[in-house]
T-cell receptor
Framework: GQQVMQIPQYQHVQEGEDFTTYCNSS?????IQWYKQRPGGHPVFLIQ?????EVKKQKRLTFQFGEAKKNSSLHITATQTTDVGTYFC???????FGTGTRLTVIP | DGGITQSPKYLFRKEGQNVTLSCEQN?????MYWYRQDPGQGLRLIYY???????QKGDIAEGYSVSREKKESFPLTVTSAQKNPTAFYLC?????????????FGDGTRLSIL
């Protein structure tokens, strides 16, 4: 089945530093979604990317979809303690979720 | 408020016992899903249903069963055949045509073995 690899698995940053997580696929994706799961909580939908090379921003979060539609990234500028959680990419056509990147922000 | 309700929040299973996890949604969504999440892991699809009275197996359906008799409800039974059931179980729903719709998740059920 579809395999989407997500890296890194863990990331510890000082508050104020930037953070990036990446999803990579061996095949072309029709679209990609990003979710955030706070510790002890459930995943919450953040955004969906559909077009090749698409870039979307939500305040300090920037989402990108690669030109070949085989990779995507989520970048957080100047992290805050409220950014703590696990960020998942998802390939909705096959109902596949990446393994997630767990972000820890050190105050 | 519209949403997805999962119950119970915590559940303990004895050896050889079947247990049923409840999932109810009032979002009028056609599609519903069950995922399993192990500590520090991603979500793995157990079963999904795109419409009432129809459902399909996901990647890890063995040892689980579901029903979809009503649009609002998608209960998951963890049978005694599931030898390692300890996990966090998440139910989700989305509008029809799941390939481009965001999923809305419930708060989950934590299942443990006694």
């Amino acid at each position: 089945g579809q395999q989407v690899m997500q890296i890194p698995q863990y990331q510890h940053v000082q508050e104020g530093e930037d953070f990036t997580t990446y999803c990579n696929s061996s095949t072309t994706l029709s679209n990609i979604q990003w979710y955030k799961q706070r510790p002890g909580g459930h995943p919450v939908f953040l955004i969906q990317l559909v077009k090749s090379g698409e870039v979307k921003k939500q305040k300090r979060l920037t989402f990108q979809f690669g030109e070949a539609k085989k990779n995507s990234s989520l970048h957080i500028t100047a992290t805050q303690t409220t950014d703590v959680g696990t960020y998942f990419c998802a390939e909705p056509h096959n109902l596949f979720f990446g393994t997630g990147t767990r972000l820890t922000v050190i105050p | 408020d519209g949403g997805i309700t999962q119950s119970p929040k915590y559940l303990f299973r004895k050896e050889g016992q079947n247990v049923t996890l409840s999932c109810e949604q009032n979002l009028n969504h056609d599609a519903m899903y069950w995922y399993r999440q192990d500590p520090g892991q991603g979500l793995r699809l157990i079963y999904y249903s795109q419409i009432v009275n129809d459902f399909q197996k996901g990647d890890i359906a063995e040892g689980y069963s579901v029903s979809r008799e009503k649009k609002e409800s998608f209960p998951l039974t963890v049978t005694s055949a599931q030898k390692n059931p300890t996990a966090f179980y998440l139910c989700a729903s989305s509008r029809g045509g799941y390939s481009n719709q965001p999923q809305h998740f419930g708060d989950g059920t934590r299942l443990s073995i006694l």
